[in-house]
């Protein structure tokens, strides 16, 4: 029991990280924004993204950039 549920958390945060964002590199650009403006918005459905587009001009250069390539038009 107690493996299956590391192996159900180590999946989730990867999923979760993957759906932050693409790359390493852009996670890296956003984490410390989103640690500050959206660490309890729950994740998927976009709502991480959304959050960060929310703060856009409170974060980062790095992360702007980052966020204006992920938000859907």
């Known amino acids: 029991m107690r493996i299956a549920l ?3 958390f ?3 945060q990867v ?3 993957a ?3 693409q790359t390493a590199a ?3 650009a956003c984490q410390s ?3 500050k ?3 309890g918005v729950e994740q998927g459905g976009g709502r991480i993204i959304k959050c960060l587009n929310d703060h856009l001009s409170d974060l980062t250069p790095q992360c702007q950039k ?3 390539e992920n938000t859907p038009q």
């Open 33 to 35: 924004d989103y640690e």
């Open 10 to 12: 180590l999946a989730t």
């Open 66 to 68: 980052v966020v204006k």
């Open 37 to 39: 403006f959206c660490k």
């Open 19 to 21: 759906a932050f964002a």
């Open 15 to 17: 999923m979760a990280n």
């Open 26 to 28: 852009e996670r890296e």
């Open 6 to 8: 590391s192996v159900l």
